[in-house]
């Protein structure tokens, strides 16, 4: 069974950092491309970042371009998004979601969400 | 970037009645090379993660009631539920996966 854990979210100030983690299980890592997607409180999916299979590749929306830094641990077949510099509006819901197959494909699997909370 | 539209926001249908979700894109989600539209749909229930319905915009996922029907093409895209039942209220989105991903802005569908 494919399962996604994710960990690491919580209360962090304006201007701070935090580290969410994905762990995956019932699936290899490096077989897929990895997204995060996120939700602030009460509101719509808002797509952030992925990373292809073998780590190579990577893409992030515009509002977290230079902030955010997505990469994987094939190793322990878990999924990271480092956040810098982060402010209010990153406050959400951030899922860690697998695509079905390859690039260009839709979202099969779907983590239950850590909340980031950015405030002072 | 490709910007994704919903219509309506909100949607209140009687049980057992038909409801109808539009999505409708900026550009093209239609590949010439495959002829196939880049399009899914997801549905979120309260404190849930959102789950796959439709892709390539008109193939039903495994497991899903054949009740959900996805249409559309280019860059006009229809979810129906063609017998609203009561475990169907949520939130419907509409995601493209043409050109990295975005998602529409989420309709709420509630019983009348």
């Known amino acids: 069974e494919v399962q996604l854990v994710e960990s690491g979210g919580g209360l962090v100030q304006p201007g701070g950092s935090l580290r969410l983690s994905c762990a995956a299980s019932g699936f290899t890592l490096s077989s897929y491309w990895m997204h995060w997607v996120r939700q602030p409180p009460g509101k719509g999916l808002v797509w952030v970042s992925r990373?292809?299979?073998?780590?190579?590749?990577?893409k992030y929306a515009d509002s977290v371009e230079g902030r955010f830094t997505i990469s994987t641990d094939n190793a322990k077949n878990t999924l990271f998004l480092q956040m810098n510099s982060l402010r209010a509006e990153d406050t959400a819901v951030y899922y860690c979601?697998?695509?079905?197959?390859?690039?260009?494909?839709?979202?099969?699997?779907w983590g239950q969400g850590t909340l980031v909370t950015v405030s002072s | 970037d490709i910007v994704m539209t919903q219509s309506p926001d909100s949607l209140a249908v009687s049980l057992g009645e038909r409801a109808t979700i539009n999505c409708k894109s900026s550009?093209?989600?239609?590949?010439?090379?495959?002829?196939?539209?880049?399009l899914a749909w997801y549905q979120q229930k309260p404190g849930q993660p959102p789950k796959v319905l439709i892709y390539w915009a008109s193939t039903r996922e495994s497991g899903v009631p054949d009740r959900f029907s996805g249409s559309g093409s280019g860059t006009d895209f229809t979810l129906t539920i063609s017998s609203l039942q009561a475990e169907d209220v949520a939130v419907y989105y509409c995601q493209q996966y043409y050109s990295t991903s975005s998602f529409g802005q989420g309709t709420k569908l509630e019983i009348k």
């Open positions: 550009q093209s989600l239609l590949y010439s090379s495959n002829n196939k539209n880049y």
């Open positions: 990373i292809n299979s073998d780590g190579s590749n990577t």
């Open positions: 979601a697998r695509g079905s197959y390859g690039s260009n494909s839709w979202i099969d699997s």
